[in-house]
């Protein structure tokens, strides 16, 4: 589709807002392209292929920053990943970055509210991530994530996102008045790859051994294992 005047002034604010930028705006014009309008419209690409591609650089822009910001174990970095990466969490950002103002969908899906549908504002903010991915490289692409995944994540964490080892102890100490005991029970391996076995007890229940290539993560792990057993 030829862009109109008024419609490259809409893109380039958004590039502008957001803080990305296009040397063809018809390359990002195309993310915004919902299916049900290539459905009435015939030659008209839609954006699922650019979806596709920016669901992985989302994904794996979030999962880098989650590893190198923390050191939680992977169960609670897969958690906190599918909160900010989810239908729940785009939505709003989209609505706030004015994408809803910039699709183009079919009569049908314009006339059911689909401006304002959850999963086609998730998706048209992944179609946007790959289409600049492709357009200025993943080092740009990352910092456009990181604008919005980094507040996400820093959220969480306000509202108080604990490791299980917290999680077990609150938990444990509500009932029993007693702390966790954890026991290292084995160490093995050369000085450069050690796996560390841990359990905890409960009073009389022993949970675990759980295995780590840290002592910490190995704790994680074995009060992962209490949480999901114990009768609290």
Request: some cysteine.
């Amino acid at each position: 589709m030829k862009l109109t005047k008024e419609r490259k002034r809409l893109l380039s604010d958004f590039c502008d807002r957001v803080g990305i930028s296009f040397r063809e705006l018809e390359h990002l014009d195309q993310a915004f392209h919902h299916r049900s309008l290539t459905n009435e419209i015939q030659g008209v690409k839609n954006n699922e292929r650019l979806e596709f591609l920016g669901d992985s650089v989302l994904g794996m822009v979030t999962a880098t920053f989650l590893y190198k910001k923390l050191d939680n174990p992977e169960g609670d970095l897969a958690k906190i990943k599918s909160q900010v990466v989810s239908e729940k969490a785009l939505a709003p950002v989209a609505l706030r970055f004015g994408i809803d103002k910039l699709l183009l969908l079919g009569h049908g899906e314009e006339m059911s509210g689909g401006r304002t549908k959850p999963a086609i504002l998730a998706d048209c903010m992944e179609a946007v991530i790959g289409a600049y991915y492709l357009e200025a490289g993943y080092r740009a692409a990352e910092k456009y994530v990181l604008s919005f995944i980094a507040p996400a994540v820093d959220e969480i964490f306000s509202q108080g996102i604990k490791d299980f080892k917290t999680q077990l102890q609150e938990k444990y100490q509500k009932k029993a008045k007693q702390c966790p005991k954890y026991e290292l029970v084995e160490k093995t391996g050369p000085d450069h790859d050690q796996t560390f076995k841990v359990c905890v007890h409960l009073g009389q229940c022993v949970f675990g051994p759980a295995s780590a290539k840290s002592k910490k993560e190995a704790e994680q792990l074995a009060a992962k294992l209490a949480l999901d057993n114990y009768k609290f």
